[in-house]
């Protein structure tokens, strides 16, 4: 029996030749708080809270022509911007944070019964790869862009959905630090948000979690953001001008006077004099015989009153009405009856 030997393989020989050297698919960078502290509460707050950093927002100038892509009210406190456009957001400090801070940005419902729900994306848009290439999760609805120090998290405990990125001190020259986020969601979707308004909460926190600064404003995302902010804002001052004339109109009124003043000016005898302009002899007189009636009824006594209205009305009834009698007949004719009918009927 004979065996084959292969010859030696070359000195030169590569051993890695044969070895995987495909490198792995980034997967999305979330994180998921398993203990301690969650990184958000239950019930979020939206109350802004300046700190002892003096943390403030600010918004780029911009006009609401339709044109805009994204677009700042400070009246409404209200950013109107588009699905998967590039929303500056600036951050202002009066004294640089602690190293290793972080700045996070989440999103909760307006109103008080949908607060409890968290904020994601529509299943259509979710499922869609139009705006959905990048490490950020399918499912969250604000993203930052341009930065790959973006952290995406989700807290294991409310299941909200946050991002942080690491502070960075305003470059050489400048007030601010500014961050794009979007907003990868249209108010209006179904499955979504569904028109029900959300807030943005921003938040500056340290390296273990600490609260420094706190900001929040309102977040629409629509087709026009230009032409629905001055809609908005139209609308706000309309209301805003039907409350002061609706106010200007309750102080003009008379106050009404209270029980103890309606029943003193009652109890209390009535001494001022008015004087009335009558024009007409006839009407003059008229008005005289009716205030010296007024004079009599008050110095005679309201026991007696019925009795005087009695007598009145018998009087009335008694009297015989003689307005028939002076009807008589002229020249010689038979006054008719009405039951009667005349001769030459």
Not at 65 to 87: E, G, I, R
Not at 166 to 172: R, T
Not at 230 to 254: D, F
Not at 328 to 338: A, D, E, R, S
Request: aromatic share 6%.
């Amino acid at each position: 029996m004979q065996f084959m030997l292969e010859p030696p393989l070359p000195k030169e020989f590569d051993e890695q030749l044969f070895a995987d050297t495909t490198e792995p698919v980034p997967q999305p960078s979330i994180s998921t708080l398993d203990s301690g502290s969650p990184p958000t509460s239950t019930v979020p707050t939206t109350s802004d809270y300046a700190g002892s950093l003096g943390f403030q927002l600010r918004f780029q100038k911009s006009s609401t022509a339709k044109s805009v892509t994204c677009t700042y009210s400070p009246d409404l406190n209200k950013l109107f911007c588009q699905l998967a456009k590039t929303c500056p957001v600036q951050m202002v400090v009066n004294h640089p944070p602690p190293p290793g801070a972080v700045v996070r940005a989440l999103a909760v419902y307006k109103k008080s019964q949908d607060v409890a729900d968290v904020v994601r994306r529509c299943p259509h848009h979710e499922r869609t790869s139009e705006n959905s290439e990048g490490l950020a999760p399918a499912g969250h609805l604000i993203r930052v862009e341009a930065n790959h120090q973006a952290k995406y998290m989700e807290d294991s405990n409310t299941g909200r959905q946050s991002v942080i990125v690491p502070y960075e001190p305003p470059q050489v020259g400048a007030e601010c630090t500014t961050v794009l986020y979007n907003f990868m969601c249209n108010s209006s979707c179904m499955g979504g948000m569904n028109r029900r308004p959300i807030l943005t909460i921003i938040t500056l926190e340290s390296q273990d979690g600490l609260l420094l600064g706190r900001r929040s404003f309102e977040v629409r995302v629509c087709a026009c953001p230009g032409r629905d902010r001055k809609s908005e804002e139209e609308n706000l001052k309309k209301s805003a001008g039907a409350g002061t004339k609706r106010s200007a109109e309750e102080a003009s009124l008379p106050v009404p006077p209270s029980e103890d003043k309606k029943a003193k000016s009652t109890n209390a005898k009535d001494d001022e004099v008015f004087n009335l302009q009558i024009v007409g002899r006839e009407r003059y007189e008229m008005f005289k015989r009716m205030n010296y009636g007024l004079e009599l009824c008050d110095l005679v006594p309201i026991s007696d009153v019925d009795k005087y209205r009695q007598k009145l009305l018998t009087k009335t009834i008694s009297k015989p009405d003689n307005n028939l009698s002076r009807m008589g007949p002229k020249k010689g004719k038979k006054l008719l009856v009405k039951e009667e009918k005349s001769e030459s009927d």
